[in-house]
């Protein structure tokens, strides 16, 4: 059977477009009461990709949640999608996910078989990753949403934070930019299949390999970019590091037909709303152009991880993930605080 309902038109924002901004998010977290209990190492006060609560001397626990509207129209594609983009913040601490939970909205107009693929897009990346779901919770309203609540494992002494990266650091990232300007541009008939076809394979794409070549190096710091965009992330990372980061943006990878778009003036608003919650930090040298910027500022779903180690073992760790299969480039480094949290140079 044809489903004849476009997910994506039941959507009013995709993927991690829909995220509320990082300064929007902050101002309503202010003044909040958080209870402290020692083994929890990460709470939200940190703003970081999860929480990670104490065991005993050899484990932590690392819980997360991430949900957002379709982003594409093929059910299984977008259940595959929105799980990977859950399961990657256990990744970005460093972790391995082991239990998820369904979160799922379902609107009158999906059909059983739609909503079946949803989730079975979502167990097959769960399986993938070697996590169990292991149940979920399910309701009715406007607009469709899934995603997943994960828990996954790290050793206590093995996390990795967005808040610990060093100067003398090098910063790796492994996928590459522009998700967010070309499902945009998709929305409106302005992007081709097989460019879209890429990015389908990319957003789907598990962070595990990345996640395993990184630990078996001295990471300092690790995220991972999404909704708020590889400024918005670096950021977050340099002002929790008290460090400044310096993008060498002729070295950042991303979709070339995203930068054709953006000097169309193609941008998602959710790129908006991370240039002016990190203007203020950023600092751009001459001759970086106003669409590379937007790039920068583009908002990803699941997209990869931004991790920083000691600039000895950059090139090792690069050689590494190639050969696990994964696209990475060095896209900057970390020197001591300075004026600004990020410079751009060319
Ligand atoms: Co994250
Ligand atoms: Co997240
Ligand atoms: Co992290």
């Given at each position: 059977?044809?489903?004849?309902?476009?997910?994506?038109?039941?959507?009013?924002?995709?993927?991690?477009?829909?995220?509320?901004?990082?300064?929007?998010?902050?101002?309503?977290?202010?003044?909040?009461?958080?209870?402290?209990?020692?083994?929890?190492?990460?709470?939200?006060?940190?703003?970081?990709?999860?929480?990670?609560?104490?065991?005993?001397?050899?484990?932590?626990?690392?819980?997360?949640?991430?949900?957002?509207?379709?982003?594409?129209?093929?059910?299984?594609?977008?259940g595959s999608i929105?799980a990977a983009?859950?399961l990657?913040?256990?990744y970005?601490?460093?972790?391995?996910p082991?239990?998820a939970?369904?979160?799922?909205?379902?609107?009158?107009?999906?059909?059983?078989?739609?909503?079946?693929?949803?989730?079975r897009g979502g167990y097959a990346k769960a399986y993938e990753a070697g996590a169990i779901i292991?149940?979920?919770?399910?309701?009715?309203?406007?607009?469709?949403?899934?995603?997943?609540?994960?828990?996954?494992?790290?050793?206590?002494?093995?996390?990795?934070?967005?808040?610990?990266?060093?100067?003398?650091?090098?910063?790796?990232?492994?996928?590459?930019?522009?998700?967010?300007?070309?499902?945009?541009?998709?929305?409106?008939?302005?992007?081709?299949?097989?460019?879209?076809?890429?990015?389908?394979?990319?957003?789907a794409a598990l962070n595990r390999s990345?996640?395993?070549?990184?630990?078996?190096?001295?990471?300092?710091?690790?995220?991972?970019?999404?909704?708020?965009?590889?400024?918005?992330?670096?950021?977050?990372?340099?002002?929790?590091?008290?460090?400044?980061?310096?993008?060498?943006?002729?070295?950042?990878?991303?979709?070339?037909?995203?930068?054709?778009?953006?000097?169309?003036?193609?941008?998602?608003?959710?790129?908006?709303?991370?240039?002016?919650?990190?203007?203020?930090?950023?600092?751009?040298?001459?001759?970086?152009?106003?669409?590379?910027?937007?790039?920068?500022?583009?908002?990803?779903?699941?997209?990869?991880?931004?991790?920083?180690?000691?600039?000895?073992?950059?090139?090792?760790?690069?050689?590494?993930?190639?050969?696990?299969?994964?696209?990475?480039?060095?896209?900057?480094?970390?020197?001591?605080?300075?004026?600004?949290?990020?410079?751009?140079?060319?």
């Open positions: 059977m044809e489903t004849e309902v476009k997910l994506t038109k039941l959507a009013s924002c995709a993927g991690c477009g829909a995220k509320v901004g990082a300064g929007t998010l902050s101002r309503l977290l202010e003044g909040f009461q958080s209870h402290s209990d020692p083994r929890l190492i990460v709470g939200y006060d940190k703003s970081d990709d999860a929480s990670v609560y104490v065991l005993d001397e050899h484990s932590a626990l690392v819980q997360t949640t991430d949900f957002f509207p379709p982003i594409v129209d093929d059910p299984f594609l977008y929105a983009n859950a990657s913040d256990v970005a601490m460093g972790g391995e082991k239990l939970l369904n979160i799922l909205c379902v609107t009158e107009k999906m059909d059983a078989h739609t909503v079946q693929e949803i989730l292991t149940g979920g919770h399910t309701i009715q309203g406007a607009e469709p949403i899934y995603g997943l609540a994960v828990s996954g494992f790290v050793h206590p002494k093995r996390v990795l934070t967005n808040s610990g990266a060093q100067p003398g650091d090098v910063l790796l990232l492994t996928k590459p930019l522009g998700v967010g300007i070309l499902t945009t541009a998709h929305k409106a008939g302005l992007a081709e299949k097989t460019v879209m076809q890429r990015i389908y394979d990319q957003m990345a996640r395993d070549v990184m630990v078996r190096f001295s990471a300092h710091s690790c995220t991972d970019v999404t909704g708020f965009a590889l400024l918005g992330h670096s950021y977050e990372m340099a002002q929790g590091s008290g460090v400044t980061i310096h993008i060498t943006v002729g070295t950042v990878p991303f979709h070339p037909e995203a930068l054709e778009l953006a000097e169309m003036g193609l941008i998602p608003a959710g790129a908006y709303r991370n240039r002016s919650f990190a203007e203020a930090g950023i600092s751009v040298q001459s001759g970086i152009s106003r669409a590379m910027q937007d790039i920068l500022y583009d908002p990803q779903t699941s997209g990869g991880l931004l991790f920083a180690l000691p600039e000895s073992e950059g090139e090792a760790c690069l050689r590494a993930l190639r050969d696990a299969g994964v696209t990475a480039a060095a896209v900057g480094y970390v020197t001591e605080p300075g004026e600004n949290e990020i410079i751009l140079e060319k």
